[in-house]
C-alpha cells in the first residue's frame, strides 16, 4: 500500500494558520484602514507565493496582486446580532465533506440590507457570515466572516463587526477544485457592494 503524501494537507494547515495570525494583526491595528492595508499584502503575499495559494498554476505568473478597492469607512458597521427563526441549511463543499449550519440571528447593515448570521454546526464551529451583491465582485458571493478557517474581525460592546471591505471571493472563485458554500437568499441584497476584494483580471491591476 502506497503511502499517503501528507503535504498538501499540512499545506493548507499553514495557509490556515496563516490567515489567523493575518486576521489577529488587522484586529490589533490602530484603526481600520490600517488593518485593512495589512490585510491587502498578506492576501497578496499568500496567493503568490504559498503552496496552498488557490491560484491555478498557470495563473501565478500573471498575478500581481488582488483587485480590492480602496478602503472605505462607510462600509465599515458594528452592530448587534438579532434574534431570527431557527433555519438548518447544508452545503457540500471539495474539502470538508457537507457541512451543516445553522442561523443564529441577522446583522442590519445601513444601506446595504439585513443579512442572515450562521454557525458551522460541525466539531469546533465557527461564524459564517457571506454576502451576495450584484456589484463587481465574485458573481458566486463572497466572504466577509469565516471564523473557522480564520476570518474574523472581533466585536466591541457594541456588537459585531462587519467590515465589508474585507469581503473577499472564496477559492473556488480562482480554483474549480473547490467547492465553497455560496450566499443563500438570507445573505443577498439588492445593492451593490463596491468594497472589499473583486475576482477578476489581477494582471491589469
Do not use: I
Not at 490600517?34 to 488557490?54: I, K, M, N, Q, Y
Amino acid at each position: 500500500m502506497t503511502p499517503t503524501d501528507p503535504s498538501p494537507r499540512l499545506d493548507v494547515l499553514d495557509w490556515r494558520r496563516r490567515v489567523g495570525a493575518l486576521y489577529a494583526d488587522v484586529r490589533a491595528a490602530a484603526d481600520p484602514a490600517e488593518g485593512h492595508a495589512r490585510w491587502v499584502a498578506g492576501r497578496d503575499e499568500l496567493f503568490a507565493t504559498h503552496p496552498a495559494s488557490p491560484l491555478l498554476p498557470a495563473d501565478r505568473a500573471a498575478f500581481t496582486g488582488l483587485p480590492v478597492a480602496p478602503y472605505d469607512p462607510a462600509a465599515r458597521f458594528v452592530v448587534p446580532v438579532e434574534p431570527a427563526p431557527p433555519l438548518t441549511r447544508e452545503a457540500a463543499t471539495g474539502t470538508d465533506g457537507t457541512v451543516s449550519f445553522e442561523r443564529v440571528g441577522t446583522v442590519a447593515l445601513a444601506g446595504v440590507g439585513t443579512l442572515d448570521v450562521w454557525w458551522l454546526d460541525q466539531y469546533g464551529g465557527g461564524l459564517f457570515l457571506p454576502l451576495k451583491d450584484p456589484g463587481p465582485g465574485y458573481g458566486g458571493g463572497r466572504y466577509v466572516l469565516d471564523t473557522v478557517k480564520g476570518a474574523d474581525l472581533g466585536s466591541t460592546a457594541a456588537g459585531l463587526v462587519v467590515d465589508l471591505n474585507f469581503a473577499y471571493p472564496p477559492s473556488c472563485a480562482y480554483d474549480p477544485a473547490w467547492a465553497c458554500p455560496l450566499p443563500a437568499p438570507g445573505n443577498t441584497v439588492a445593492v451593490a457592494v463596491t468594497a472589499g476584494e473583486a475576482a477578476g483580471d489581477w494582471s491589469a491591476r
